[in-house]
Each structure stands twice: as C-alpha cells, then as structure tokens.
C-alpha cells in the first residue's frame, strides 16, 4: 500500500521558518506521482489548499501563503517540500501532505499523509 511520510513539523516564532517534506513509500508499488501538494487544516475550520505542483511541474499557491512559501518536488526522490517562511500566527495547523497516484492497474487514486504539527507563536 502506498503512504506518504511527513517529517519536518514543529513549533516556531512568527517571522521563522520551516521546511516540511514528504515522501511517496515504498518505491515500485505504483506505477506515477502526478500532483502533489500540501494542505492545512487549523482548528475549527476546513482543509485548505497551501500549495501544488503538477506533474508537469506547474505551481499555485493558496492566497494566504502567496509570497511566503515554496513548494518543491523530486521525482527521483519521491518526494514534496514545502519550504515556509515568515510564518505568522494564523499559520499553526495540521498540514497534510497529498499525492495523487497512479497505480499499476492505471487507477488514480488520492493518497493523503498522517499530518505534521505546525504551531506558530507571537
């Protein structure tokens, strides 16, 4: 079965920094990666978009992280980062990491990570 694996969560001041990364485990169980991405989900509120990048290696931000985030991928590595900066207060969520999996049968299917703990304080 496929997972995702997050690592790289954590409890930073506003203005700091952190770098989330997530890999697609284990190798030769699916046939392609196409997106990937990072959601958040804070308390109380809906799972919300933070970034993408497509297979293509097309990039969209979600409007409150434009600026201060980057994402990134390897497709050697298997894996999506997601590099956070300047981080405020209203950032502390889970954030969950997302691929979409194209597996040898050549069904796609979502595939969502455990999440990782950000917490920013003031």
């Known amino acids: 079965q496929v997972q995702l694996v997050e690592s790289g969560g954590g409890q930073v001041q506003a203005g700091g920094s952190l770098r989330l990364s997530c890999v697609v485990s284990p190798p030769g169980k699916y046939h392609s990666i196409n997106d990937m991405a990072w959601y958040r989900q804070a308390p109380g509120k809906q799972r919300e978009l933070v970034a993408v990048v497509t297979g293509d290696g097309m990039i969209n931000y979600g409007d409150s992280v434009k600026g201060r985030v980057i994402i990134s991928r390897d497709d050697v590595e298997k894996t999506v980062a997601l590099q956070m900066n300047s981080l405020r207060p209203e950032d502390t969520a889970v954030y969950y990491c997302?691929?979409?999996?194209?597996?040898?049968?050549?069904?796609?299917?979502?595939?969502w990570g455990q999440g990782t703990q950000v917490t920013v304080s003031s």
């Open positions: 997302y691929a979409q999996i194209t597996g040898w049968n050549y069904r796609t299917s979502a595939v």
